[in-house]
C-alpha cells in the first residue's frame, strides 16, 4: 500500500519543519513523479527517499540556527523591537464543537447523515462502536459512507487507536461520536490535509503586535504576529506571560515580507532577548531605548483617534478587514473595577483628554475590558495610552422590543501609563437616577 497513508509520519514531519501537511504530501509525490516509482510496489524505496530528504533538511536548519544572531540561511530569522499589545488566546475549534455537539443532542442520526455546517464550513461526525474484535467507526464524507474496523494503513481499530480520539470525542446510546472536517478544498485549490479527520480539542491561537525591524527592514515597521501552539509548545499560551509589552527586545520567527506578517515558531520563546536584561559588554546590546510613542506615532499612526471621535473611528473601521480593526488612543482613567470578570477582564472607564461639550450630553466615558496580561498597576487619574480593538453590543429592550445600540467598548490588547496616579482603588460613582420609585 502506498505508504503516503501513514498520516502520524507526514504530520509528525510537517510538526517538525512548520508547514502544512499538503506540502509534506507535496513532496512525497514530488518523489514519486522525479523517480517513475509505482505508489503500490515501490513503497520502500519511496519511504527510503522521503525520509532522506526529511534528515538533510534537519540538519540544514540545525546548521542555520545554532545561533539564533545569524539569520542568514534559515527560514526563522530574527528581528529586534517592541511589543505593543498581547490578544487574547483563541481556541478555533471550540465554538464548532459546540455547535456539533448541541446538534448532536437534538438529532445525532441526522447530524451523522447530513453533517451540519458552521462559519459557512462544512463539519460531520464519525461513529464509533465497540466489537468483539476492537471498534468500528463510520463516517459519511460527499454522500458516501464510510465503515472500517482497521485503519487506513491496515492496523486493527484497537484500544490504542480509540484512545487517540476519546478525548475528542462524546459518548451517546449509539457509541462515540467524534467531530470532523469536512472540508476537502479551501478556497485557494489546496487540499485540505485534515479532510475527514477529527477536531483536536483545542487549536490555540493567539496575534499579537509588534513594532520593529525583521531581518531585511532599514527602518522599523509595524508587524502582526501570528502564534499557534504546536509540537507540544504552548508558544501561543505562554507567549503573553513570557514575553514583556514596550520593552527592546529580539525574537525569531518565519518573516514573510509578502504578506507583512511574522509567524512565531516554537523557537520563538526560547530564542527570546529582553535589551535591558542584556550585559553592557553584549554584542547586541542597544544602548539607546526607543521612543516608544515616536515608533506607535510613525508605523501606527494611522490607526489612532480621539475618545471622542471613537464611534465614528469605530463605524469606518466595519469596511476594512477584522484583522485591520485596530485603534489607538489615549486619555484619564476615570473609573475601574480591578475585581476580574468571569472571563478574567478587569474594567476601566476611560475619559477624554480633549475638550469636548458637557452641555451637549452627547460623550460619556469609555468603558475599556483589561485582560489579565495586563497589569493594572496605576489610579485613576493616570493618564494611558491603550491599543486594542472597538466592539458595539446590540440589545433588543424588552419593553418596547427596539433594538437598543450600546456606547462603543474597547477590549485592550496594549496599555502604555503616560502619567501615573494614584493606586487601583474603585471610585464610587453618585447615581443620577431620579426615577427610583
Not at 545561533?67 to 534559515?74: C, H, L, M, P
Not at 485534515?194 to 483545542?202: A, F, G, I, R
Request: with cysteine.
Amino acid at each position: 500500500m502506498y505508504w503516503e497513508n501513514d498520516i502520524e509520519e507526514i504530520e509528525n514531519t510537517a510538526r517538525m519543519f512548520e508547514m502544512d501537511a499538503s506540502a509534506v504530501t507535496e513532496k512525497i509525490e514530488e518523489i514519486v513523479q522525479k523517480h517513475n516509482f509505482n505508489k503500490e510496489t515501490d513503497s520502500l524505496q519511496i519511504r527510503a527517499l522521503f525520509r532522506n530528504w526529511v534528515s538533510g533538511r534537519r540538519r540544514a536548519m540545525q546548521r542555520n540556527t545554532v545561533n539564533v544572531s545569524n539569520t542568514g540561511g534559515s527560514f526563522i530569522k530574527r528581528g529586534f523591537g517592541i511589543f505593543v499589545g498581547m490578544e487574547d488566546v483563541r481556541n478555533n475549534v471550540q465554538y464548532p464543537r459546540d455547535m456539533i455537539k448541541a446538534a448532536c443532542e437534538h438529532d445525532l442520526e441526522g447530524v451523522y447523515r447530513n453533517g451540519i455546517e458552521v462559519n459557512s464550513r462544512p463539519y460531520g461526525i464519525s461513529l464509533t462502536t465497540k466489537t468483539e474484535a476492537g471498534y468500528q467507526n463510520s463516517y459519511i464524507a460527499n454522500g458516501e459512507e464510510t465503515v472500517r474496523n482497521t485503519t487506513i494503513a491496515g492496523k486493527p481499530l484497537d484500544e490504542n487507536w480509540f484512545n487517540r480520539i476519546k478525548d475528542a470525542s462524546w459518548e451517546f446510546e449509539l457509541g462515540w461520536a467524534t467531530p470532523i472536517d469536512l472540508t476537502e478544498k479551501f478556497m485557494g485549490g489546496d487540499k485540505n490535509p485534515q479532510y475527514c479527520k477529527p477536531l483536536p480539542l483545542t487549536d490555540n491561537t493567539r496575534k499579537a503586535h509588534f513594532i520593529g525591524q525583521g531581518p531585511n527592514d532599514e527602518s522599523p515597521k509595524y508587524w502582526p504576529v501570528q502564534l499557534r501552539d504546536k509540537s507540544g509548545s504552548l508558544v501561543a499560551t505562554e507567549f503573553a506571560e513570557k514575553v514583556p509589552l514596550y520593552e527592546p527586545l529580539y525574537f525569531t520567527g518565519v518573516w514573510n515580507e509578502e504578506r507583512n506578517i511574522v509567524y512565531g515558531t516554537v523557537r520563538s520563546l526560547d530564542s527570546l532577548m529582553i535589551n535591558s536584561q542584556l550585559p553592557d559588554e553584549h554584542d547586541d546590546k542597544i544602548a539607546v531605548t526607543p521612543n516608544v510613542m515616536e515608533l506607535i506615532q510613525t508605523c501606527m499612526g494611522g490607526m489612532s483617534t480621539n475618545l471622542v471621535n471613537l464611534d465614528m473611528y469605530h463605524n469606518n473601521s466595519l469596511t476594512r478587514p477584522y484583522a485591520e480593526r485596530l485603534v489607538i488612543t489615549d486619555g484619564m482613567v476615570t473609573n475601574m473595577q480591578p475585581s476580574p470578570n468571569k472571563v478574567g477582564n478587569r474594567t476601566i472607564w476611560l475619559a477624554s483628554l480633549d475638550n469636548y461639550n458637557y452641555d451637549a450630553n452627547q460623550y460619556e466615558d469609555t468603558v475599556c475590558w483589561l485582560p489579565p496580561h495586563i497589569d493594572l498597576d496605576f489610579g485613576v487619574g493616570s493618564q494611558i495610552l491603550i491599543i486594542g480593538r472597538t466592539s458595539q453590543r446590540e440589545t433588543i429592550d424588552e419593553d418596547t422590543g427596539e433594538t437598543i445600540i450600546n456606547p462603543v467598548t474597547i477590549n485592550v490588547y496594549g496599555l502604555l501609563v503616560q502619567e501615573r496616579k494614584g493606586e487601583p482603588i474603585v471610585v464610587s460613582v453618585e447615581s443620577t437616577d431620579d426615577d427610583w420609585w
